[in-house]
């Protein structure tokens, strides 16, 4: 299982980015999918995750601004991330569990300006 994370980039501070994963290989039902950061100096952390029936949970920090979703067709999740502010500056994996295996994309630079 292989995960591609997809559209980080530079933005202002209010502005709005959408990131992407795609996960290839083999992938099964009733995998949890989920989006985690690492901000400099810190360690990584849950920022949401998905789970295979579509329910949601988000750290407190990113409630009311980001927002998951999946499209099992294409084996894919997303993050929507709006408001974005300059402590959301980080990099950004996306990451897999199925069958209690875990699974992480290589991460995408998020860099957020005041």
């Known amino acids: 299982v292989q995960l591609q994370a997809h559209g980080g980039g530079l933005v202002q501070a209010g502005e709005s980015l959408k990131l992407s994963c795609t996960a290839s290989?083999?992938?099964?039902?009733?995998?949890?999918m989920a989006w985690h950061r690492q901000l400099p100096g810190h360690e990584r952390q849950l920022v949401a995750r998905?789970?295979?029936?579509?329910?949601?949970d988000y750290a407190d920090f990113v409630k009311g601004r980001f927002t998951i979703s999946r499209d099992d067709g294409k084996n894919a999740v997303y993050l929507q991330m709006n408001g974005l502010k300059p402590e959301d500056t980080g990099v950004y994996y996306c990451?897999?569990?199925?069958?209690?295996?875990?699974?992480w994309g290589q991460g995408t630079q998020v860099t957020v300006s005041s």
């Open positions: 990451y897999l569990n199925q069958y209690k295996v875990r699974y």
């Open positions: 290989g083999n992938i099964v039902r009733g995998n949890h």
């Open positions: 998905i789970t295979s029936f579509g329910a949601t």
